[in-house]
């Protein structure tokens, strides 16, 4: 029976990459001379560090400019708001992965409701849907796409 997955991953490595073009670029930097303005992560969290909140603002457009140049979707992004803490501030940015419970039982609802030929099954932090008709699976995928969701889908394991 064809099935695909609907997953929201985020490629870690491409975000290491990322940080580490910016902390460079940070570190060569004028107006970041002698600031000791550093970004660090941490599994899927990032933590900027600087001695000024704009200069945290400005890290992070340097971030996403460099986050935009790999391919990472800049909607997985969850930033929390800086904390001033002594003569430093900090900010710490988490890159979500996987589907939540809640939205995964919303768009399996949302499957369901759509009357077609498929059936949507939660398994962890994705999504399987499969149908009998190729066609059907990718009707699904468009109108998947056109939902209204905080998150970056993709759909892999397409199978015949």
Do not use: W, Y
């Amino acid at each position: 029976m064809p099935s695909f997955d609907v997953v929201s991953e985020v490629d870690i490595q491409e975000v290491n990459n990322a940080m580490d073009q910016a902390n460079r670029e940070v570190t060569t930097r004028f107006d970041f001379k002698g600031v000791g303005a550093k970004f660090e992560r941490e599994d899927n969290l990032i933590q900027m560090t600087a001695t000024e909140e704009f200069q945290l603002k400005q890290m992070l457009e340097i971030l996403k400019l460099k986050l935009v140049k790999r391919s990472v979707n800049l909607e997985c992004m969850q930033m929390e708001d800086p904390v001033a803490s002594g003569k430093q501030v900090h900010q710490q940015i988490t890159f979500r992965q996987g589907i939540d419970s809640l939205l995964a039982k919303k768009m399996v609802k949302m499957v369901k409701d759509q009357k077609m030929k498929v059936q949507a099954a939660i398994q962890g932090e994705k999504i399987r849907v499969s149908g009998k008709k190729r066609d059907d699976l990718q009707r699904m995928i468009a109108t998947l796409r056109e939902m209204d969701v905080d998150l970056p889908l993709q759909f892999i394991n397409f199978r015949d």
